[in-house]
């Protein structure tokens, strides 16, 4: 990539930030504050879900904000009780009303729950609901190459995102190959392999020091030099701050391999074709 800091074009030709500040699993008061404090520090794309009840905290700091509203991504996502036709507008007028917007910019499908066999006609609702202007933009969350094939199928819309979990500890290279043949911007939940001595590993700390950056700020490099959005969240304002400023430093082919050669599978055991959330 050129620019690895330039704005990714989605393939419905909308644009979202090439990094995005997670609200999970901060909640109440403390969202509000944060997703406030993030607008200020010059985060654009706001992650949040119905699942992280914090839709109404993260909308307030939203609305409030002297940001104009049309820079600024905000994101939320279907839970799994309103997987369906009907249920999944109930759920899309939910997350509007928390929120307090007209439109939601970009709307997911959190989990697919294959076992409830609802998330093609799911994905139809939401095809329908980006038409009638309540979503801009329309993606998915944890989908297998399997799910994504079924509904691209289904409706010959391909989603705009998948957001799922992705880090040096877990590359989903096969997952990634599928993004791109399709289209799909790649988001990245947990991009710092949240709690589990990810940013300890000697090289990741030999390039920080090389750098003089924070190990979290090569790891974040790592995934927008290849293309991936990443989503921190950090409740410290100094590091809230440094995952944002990724400029100034670079990695080179060689570098970004011997990162991604710490791959070893999924920290979180939550398989897509097995988790269910509602």
Not at 90 to 110: M, P, R, T, Y
Not at 121 to 133: A, C, I
Not at 187 to 200: H, I, M, N, V
Not at 211 to 229: D, E, M, S
Request: charged share 25%; no cysteine.
């Amino acid at each position: 990539m050129t620019d690895a800091l330039a704005p990714r074009t989605l393939n419905d030709g909308n644009v979202i930030p090439p990094i995005g500040f997670g609200s999970f699993p901060h909640h109440g008061e403390d969202s509000d504050e944060m997703t406030t404090s993030a607008l200020d520090l010059g985060y654009r794309l706001i992650d949040t879900a119905l699942r992280y009840e914090n839709e109404a905290e993260v909308g307030a700091a939203v609305r409030r904000s002297s940001v104009p509203r049309s820079e600024i991504v905000v994101t939320s996502k279907l839970a799994g009780r309103h997987h369906g036709a009907a249920e999944a507008r109930e759920g899309v007028a939910q997350s509007l009303k928390n929120l307090g917007l007209e439109q939601i910019d970009l709307f997911l499908i959190h989990w697919p729950l294959p076992k409830q066999g609802k998330y093609v006609d799911t994905w139809k609702t939401l095809v329908e609901l980006r038409d009638e202007g309540l979503l801009r933009s329309i993606g998915v969350s944890n989908f297998t190459p399997e799910n994504l094939e079924k509904i691209i199928d289904a409706t010959g819309v391909t989603p705009a995102v998948n957001q799922v979990e992705l880090h040096p500890a877990f590359i989903q290279s096969e997952l990634r190959a599928a993004h791109d043949e399709l289209g799909i911007v790649t988001e990245a939940w947990s991009p710092l392999g949240r709690g589990t001595g990810l940013l300890d590993e000697p090289v990741i700390r030999e390039l920080a020091e090389k750098n003089g950056v924070t190990t979290g700020q090569v790891v974040l490099r790592w995934h927008v030099q290849q293309g991936i959005v990443p989503i921190p969240m950090s409740s410290n304002p100094a590091r809230r701050a440094a995952n944002l400023e990724l400029g100034g430093f670079s990695l080179s082919d060689d570098e970004v391999a011997a990162i991604s050669e710490l791959d070893r599978g999924r920290i979180w055991g939550q398989d897509p074709d097995e988790h269910e959330e509602f």
